[in-house]
Each structure stands twice: as C-alpha cells, then as structure tokens.
C-alpha cells in the first residue's frame, strides 16, 4: 500500500480481556517496529522485527505482550488480560532495511482503551 | 540509558516568526537523530534524519542541526506558517537497528 496501515483505528475493551492489533508495513520494508504513546509522552519503543524474527523485544513491558509477524509483512500485537495501565495509542512504524540510515514510515496508530 | 528532552513544551508565535527548537540527549553514541511531525490524532511524519556523522540536514523551511559532543539538536523553522502548527517530536536511534528514543515534544502553535 502506500503508507503504514493500522486496524483497528480504535479499540474499546474490559480489564482482562485480550485484544489483538494488527499493522500492515509499506510493501518491501524488512523492517517493522511498535511503540507505544501514552498521553503527553513521546512513542516508547516496544519490539522491533527484522523480517519474521523479533531482533529486539527488549521494550515489551511484561509476558501479557506478545508480536509475530508470521510472514514477514503484516505484524500482529497481542495483549493478553488487559489492564487499565494498557491504555495508550500503539504506533506501528516500518523502515526498508530496517539500518539507523532507514527513515521510518509510521502509522496512524491504534487508540486502546482499557475500561 | 539514553535520555531525550524537549524544550520548550509548547510554544506560540506569530505567523512569519523563524524559530528554534531544542532537543538534548545525555549519550553521545547514537547512530542518528531524527525529527518528526505529529498533528492531533495522527501518526508521525519523519521530517528530517541526520546520521551520526553529519552535522545538519535541511529539508525546504527546515533546518535540523547536530552536535554530539554537546548532546544537542535544534529545529529551525524559517517563516513560520499556521500550518506547521503541531506536535514537533526528537528521537535519538539507540542502535544500529534504528529502535528509537523519543523526547515528550514540543506543542507548536503559528498564529495567523
């Protein structure tokens, strides 16, 4: 497609409930990234991909978060037994190779709110 | 840990006024510095990248510059324009992988 795609746009969910959110990159970008945006904070960096394989995980806050990207294109978050603290806007970024050299391309972001 | 600042917080001029922007960062060692755009429920606009090893970048109205040794970039924007109100965001690539530090940005608004 022509940019970064994120579905859904917004997610209204109950405290322990599980959500999945879904990032569709740029065609041909190896690179995929996730970050979260809370109110007033810039993006904090949650796991980055190379392809299929998850090369840093290391921002993911606890085990109830979980990424594939089964096929090296469209990433999937999930977020298990959801928590009021959860609630953010998840950013979905890619990059052509995925190097400190690569502009990242984000999305419009997903609106989580956890009731 | 890399720490990123933005200062100030919000800021309000009117239209025509060139400004700057500030960004610091407390590790020298990153691999680039990048600038982006966010308005109001939106995702992010990269506007400028510099590579660790270059010391500005200019994109039209946009000036970014780089001093590692201090820790610091600053934004100018040459004759402001109410629409280049928003959201102005600095982050520092902490690896080679590009992952990125974000600052809390700077809330721009251009009066016309």
């Known amino acids: 497609g022509a940019g970064v795609s994120q579905t859904p746009s917004n997610k209204v969910t109950e405290k322990g409930k599980y959500v999945e959110l879904r990032c569709d990159p740029i065609s041909g970008h190896t690179a995929l990234y996730w970050y979260r945006q809370s109110l007033g904070q810039g993006p904090e960096f949650l796991i980055y991909f190379q392809g299929t394989g998850a090369a840093d995980d290391s921002g993911l806050p606890n085990d109830r978060f979980f990424a594939v990207r089964p096929e090296g294109s469209v990433s999937t978050l999930k977020i298990q037994r959801t928590e009021r603290g959860d609630s953010a806007v998840y950013l979905c970024?890619?990059?052509?190779?995925?190097?400190?050299?690569?502009?990242?391309?984000f999305g419009p972001g997903t609106r989580l709110t956890v009731l | 840990k890399q720490e990123v600042t933005q200062i100030p917080a919000a800021l309000s001029v009117p239209e025509g006024e060139n400004l700057v922007l500030n960004c610091s960062f407390t590790d020298s060692a990153i691999y680039n510095l990048q600038w982006f755009r966010q308005d109001p429920g939106k995702g992010l606009t990269s506007l400028l990248l510099?590579?660790?090893?270059?010391r500005e970048q200019t994109s039209g109205r946009l000036n970014a510059s780089l001093d590692k040794s201090s820790g610091r970039s600053t934004l100018y924007i040459a004759a402001s324009q109410p629409g280049d109100s928003a959201t102005y965001l600095c982050a520092a690539s902490r690896g080679s992988q590009g992952n990125l530090i974000f600052g809390k940005g700077t809330k721009l608004s251009v009066k016309p």
């Open positions: 970024a890619s990059s052509f190779l995925g190097t400190s050299a690569d502009e990242q391309f």
């Open positions: 510099i590579q660790s090893s270059q």
